[in-house]
T-cell receptor, first 112, second 119 residues
């Protein structure tokens, strides 16, 4: 059975801190690793990673995939109030880019 | 960008009734849509893959007679929770992929979800 494990499950940080969220996966016929941000409702897409060692960046967020260790991290620098959310990691596999197995998420709470 | 609309956003029903949730792709066609279920503080669990014009593919442990899925057009999939019971109370989210999107934008767009409460 496919499995995605995220850590920590929750995190409280001060504005301006840098945080690292972890995701390990065991996905049959792995295709890609995706990160989503969920604020109360629909998850919104952050990154899709398919190749090892290539960092993807979007503003203060960045992510990288290690296919040998079956691991990915999501970094957020200079955290802001708006970063408070649940960050979901998902692996796609089974021969499909779209069949996703999600982790339980990391709840990031900003402490003003 | 791609938008997926889900309706209703919240529904409360009595035990034993059936509830239908709609998932629409507003500005793109989706041959495949996905239905997820999310319990509080738990992850999104894939329930089934909805295929336009054919039967849905259900994940192991999901009762297909309990959760009826219909994907009658390229922009609409429906999930009907039949004879709902309190244990069916959950957050249901659908997602869809723009079939014309190139592989670089090869990601799913999620609906805003539907919170079902069965009394």
């Amino acid at each position: 059975e496919d499995k995605v494990v995220q850590s920590p499950l929750s995190l409280v940080v001060h504005e301006g801190d840098t945080v690292t969220l972890n995701c390990s996966y065991e996905v049959t016929n792995f295709r890609s690793l995706l990160w989503y941000k969920q604020e109360k409702k629909a998850p919104t897409f952050l990154f899709m990673l398919t190749s090892s060692g290539i960092e993807k960046k979007s503003g203060r967020l960045s992510s990288i995939l290690d296919k040998k260790e079956l691991f990915s991290i999501l970094n957020i620098t200079a955290t802001q109030t708006g970063d408070s959310a649940v960050y979901l990691c998902a692996g796609s596999g089974g021969g499909s880019n779209y069949k996703l197995t999600f982790g339980k998420g990391t709840l990031l709470t900003m402490n003003p | 960008g791609a938008v997926v609309s889900q309706h209703p956003s919240r529904v409360i029903c009595k035990s034993g009734t059936s509830v239908k949730i709609e998932c629409r792709s507003l500005d793109f066609q989706a041959t495949t849509m996905f239905w997820y279920r999310q319990f509080p503080k738990q992850s999104l669990m894939l329930m089934a893959t909805s295929n336009e014009g054919s039967k849905a593919t259900y994940e192991q442990g999901v009762e297909k007679d309990k959760f009826l899925i219909n994907h009658a057009s390229l922009t609409l999939s429906t999930l009907t929770v039949t004879s709902a019971h309190p244990e069916d109370s959950s957050f249901y989210i659908c997602s869809a992929r723009d079939q014309l999107a190139d592989s670089g934008a090869n990601v799913l767009t999620f609906g805003a979800g539907s919170r079902l409460t069965v009394l």
